[in-house]
């Protein structure tokens, strides 16, 4: 459960935790053209690195300061959204509604 984000995604995936991984200067660059059109037009390609969710080491910078599902899941010392008595809350619907797998995920893990 290491690996699988709070939210349900699976960081094991995700562009930054690879380009990290791996070093990749192309993936980081392309990556961030993406993030920018999807999500933050002031996301440039160093910082597109991540060790994931959980636990210490670097982490992307929404991940690790703006993300509220990860700061509330932190404040309720859970596993994952899924472990919570309060699943499938506000605020972890924007995921869960935007990401099939990680519903199914957590759907799976809360025995929905
Ligand atoms: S925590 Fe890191 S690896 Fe996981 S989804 Fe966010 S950016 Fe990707
Ligand atoms: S209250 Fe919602 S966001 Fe917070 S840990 Fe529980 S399910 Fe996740």
Not at 90 to 112: C, K, N, Q, W, Y
């Amino acid at each position: 459960m290491d690996m699988i984000a709070y939210c349900g995604l699976d960081c094991e995936t995700c562009p930054a935790f690879t380009a990290y991984l791996d070093d990749d200067q192309e993936l980081r660059e392309k990556t961030a053209l993406e993030w920018q059109k999807a999500h933050d037009p002031g996301i440039r390609p160093e910082d597109i690195n991540c060790t994931g969710c959980k636990g210490s080491g670097i982490k992307f910078s929404w991940c690790l300061n703006g993300c509220p599902i990860r700061k509330c899941a932190l404040e309720r010392e859970v596993v994952t959204c899924g472990h919570c008595s309060e699943y499938p809350c506000d605020t972890v619907r924007f995921m869960i509604d935007s990401v099939p797998e990680a519903r199914e995920r957590l759907d799976s893990i809360a025995g929905a």
